[in-house]
């Protein structure tokens, strides 16, 4: 047979009809494609065009821009630490009226510049998204808040609480965005910006204290003096010593080391609260040289901690409430009929560490009997009721309240603390931890309405009472750094069940602070039926606690989730705005009254554990290291774990002044 050729008209004819057939085929390759790119695009993304020109043009140029950009480096300005009056300028003031959390500022001319969450991400929208996510979608919306660094210059007078109903969609413990690596990396050039102002405001408080009560116990605000209210043992400077480094005021740092090595005396302190002085007093010092490995510090905590274990009766393995460290005797409380678990469960951190640097065991030895004696008596649900008792070598509760509040809350905390400290080798206290939290999941955790707000509720002899403490706000990161150290692995069911509480319960806990006219969250809340919560009767005040910002740094350090400081800046700007006197800053008698002056009275954990953790919050270049290197005691002073002690030596790295 012979073959017959095509003609060249039928030959063209086939070549166009394989060209449209490819151009259509790239055409709708390409309308599909577009149409999942904006599908992936932020919520609040304002879309200019449509069809697949625009998406073409889109993923074009996010192919351009798939490099990431370098992070700028830190600029520290100057900061007015002087107290300004309502209506002093117009710098960074915040817009009443926007609801969504995002921040409008002023420039010099007056003109507003809406540096919003739309505008940031349309000029940065090329970096937030791998070509895969591109091409395919996310199931996640990226964040959406501005991540705009603040102005060097702030006027905090200015600001006013926005409300609560704000970030609804963290309520129910769901991480709600996608959390990019450009999205962390605006996140911290965001809070570099905002740690310079953290920063002068402890400058601003240690030189009012540093002016008018170097070496007392605390500073009155308003009256411009002393006050020895922890036996004269120089409480508020002890207690700040590592925030001070911490915050690189290393030449306040060492004045201070020079007053402790010179000064301190505990032998004339008299009688003190056993458990706040080991964690103020023993805990600061302890913190202070892990961190500098000044043995003057050292050499004070053996002395202080010779002098605490007076706490504890000859024959009897519970340490009382009060100690006289002048002549070692010791007496019960003096307001409650028996010892405290919280009082007598939150001194092994301390005392543990001790024992590993100064290496006598006795610190340690006496102290985690404590643990022995409670974990041979845990109750079925694994929360203990916080009054107990000791007689004949038995534990017995004194009453039936469980709460993980005021009188029991620590205990808990040092279960899983003490565990990770010891390199988690050792499973009782793990095993304490993890049935307490099964019980708090069980019998204490409750939702309101209509917001559907998780919190602990109290329970008074199996009735439930619906309120909570904002010393409970620390449940927040404890929860999550459990779930991130749990032996089950982090994708457990037990660990994603309490890191999704965890959120949940540290919005709640935001959610105190934004609801209050001033912005600022009273001692505790009473939930209530249909209208979620309100604070609670004669707890309307504030004491400067700290709680809800160590919460709000952990779950920031583990998630890397920026909303986190944003609600910590928040928090910040409040006291800035309602707490600060002229010379420090002072507790408050009602949240809700924003013309309210702030009391004559600055516990020395506000310098201890609220500025610093602030500071923590903001600073991504911290050293401080929670899942692999340092430990906190409840009174926020850092120290290494003991395999990290081991690694490096007693000494540590940094080198004494």
């Known amino acids: 047979m012979v073959k017959i050729g095509r003609t060249p008209r039928r030959r063209k004819q086939q070549h166009d009809k394989r060209c449209r057939l490819l151009f259509f085929g790239l055409l709708a390759l390409f309308s599909v494609m577009a149409v999942l790119t904006l599908r992936s695009l932020p919520a609040r993304r304002k879309i200019l065009g449509s069809g697949a020109a625009v998406g073409v043009e889109r993923m074009m140029s996010g192919v351009a821009g798939l490099r990431r950009s370098t992070p700028k480096k830190e600029i520290v300005p100057e900061v007015n630490n002087k107290v300004e009056k309502d209506g002093d300028d117009n710098t960074n003031k915040t817009d009443d009226n926007n609801d969504d959390g995002i921040t409008s500022t002023t420039n010099d001319d007056g003109v507003t510049d809406d540096r919003d969450a739309a505008d940031n991400n349309d000029k940065n929208e090329s970096h937030k ?26 006027n905090f007078a200015s600001f006013r609480a926005k409300g609560g109903s704000r970030f609804e969609e963290y309520a129910d413990g769901s991480s709600p965005y996608e959390i990019s690596e450009y999205t962390i990396s605006q996140s911290d050039e965001q809070a570099r910006s905002r740690r310079v102002h953290v920063k002068a405001a402890m400058e601003f408080a240690w030189g009012g204290y540093t002016k008018y009560a170097f070496g007392a116990d605390e500073v009155t605000p308003w009256s411009h003096r002393g006050k020895e209210r922890w036996g004269n043992t120089g409480c508020t400077l002890v207690d700040s010593l590592d925030t ?26 008299g009688l003190v609260s056993t458990f706040e002085t080991t964690i103020r007093s023993l805990g600061g010092l302890l913190s202070a040289y892990d961190w500098s490995g ?32 002048r002549n070692g005797s010791n007496k019960g409380s003096s307001w409650f009929h028996s010892e405290l678990t919280a009082e007598v469960g939150t001194i092994q951190i301390e005392n543990r560490y001790l024992s590993k640097m100064s290496k006598d065991s006795k610190y340690a030895t006496k102290t985690e009997k404590v643990y022995e004696l409670l974990n041979n008596v845990m109750p079925s649900n694994g929360l203990y009721p916080y009054g107990i008792s000791e007689r004949g070598g038995k534990i017995e509760f004194t009453n039936s309240k469980l709460t993980f509040g005021a009188m029991s809350d620590s205990f808990y905390e040092y279960m899983l603390k003490i565990w990770i400290q010891g390199g988690q080798t050792e499973p009782m206290y793990r095993d304490m931890y993890d049935k307490a939290i099964q019980g708090m999941h069980d019998v204490l955790l409750q939702t309101s309405t209509p917001s559907g707000l998780s919190y602990i509720a109290d329970s008074n002899s199996n009735r439930m009472d619906h309120k909570m403490d904002h010393l409970v706000c620390f449940m927040g990161g404890l929860l999550a750094l459990g779930a991130y150290t749990d032996p089950q692995g982090l994708e457990s069911s037990r660990a994603q069940r309490d890191l999704k509480t965890a959120k949940a319960l ?28 309100r604070p609670g009767r004669q707890g309307s005040h504030y004491l400067l606690r700290p709680e809800a910002f160590e919460s709000f740094f952990i779950l920031s350090y583990l998630t890397k989730d920026p909303v986190y400081r944003e609600w910590g800046w928040e928090c910040f700007q409040a006291i800035e705005r309602y707490c600060k006197t002229d010379i420090a800053y002072g507790a408050l008698s009602d949240v809700d009254n924003v013309n309210g002056k702030p009391r004559d009275e600055m516990e020395s954990f506000f310098l201890a554990e609220s500025m610093k953790y602030l500071y923590l919050l903001q600073d991504p270049d911290t050293e401080v ?16 774990i003991f395999p990290i002690i081991d690694q490096e030596g007693n000494e540590n790295n940094n080198a004494a002044s």
């Open 129 to 154: 998204k791998n070509w895969s996510d591109r091409i395919f979608g996310s199931s996640k919306k990226e964040y959406p808040y501005s991540l705009n660094p603040v102005p060097a210059s702030m």
């Open 244 to 269: 001070l480094w911490l915050m690189d005021m290393k030449d306040e740092f060492w004045k201070a080391r020079d007053w402790v090595r010179d000064h301190l005396q505990h032998d004339q302190a």
């Open 506 to 533: 540290t919005y709640t806990c935001y959610q105190m602070y934004a609801r209050s006219k001033t912005g600022i969250s009273p001692e505790w809340i009473q939930f209530q039926s249909g209208s979620d919560f």
């Open 294 to 325: 000044d043995t003057a510090f050292l050499e004070k905590a053996k002395e202080l901690g010779d002098r605490l274990l007076g706490a504890f009766p000859e024959g009897e393995d519970l340490p009382k409430a009060q100690v006289n460290l």
């Open 625 to 640: 290291d929670i899942l692999n290197k340092h430990v906190f005691n409840t009174e926020a002073h850092p120290t290494r």
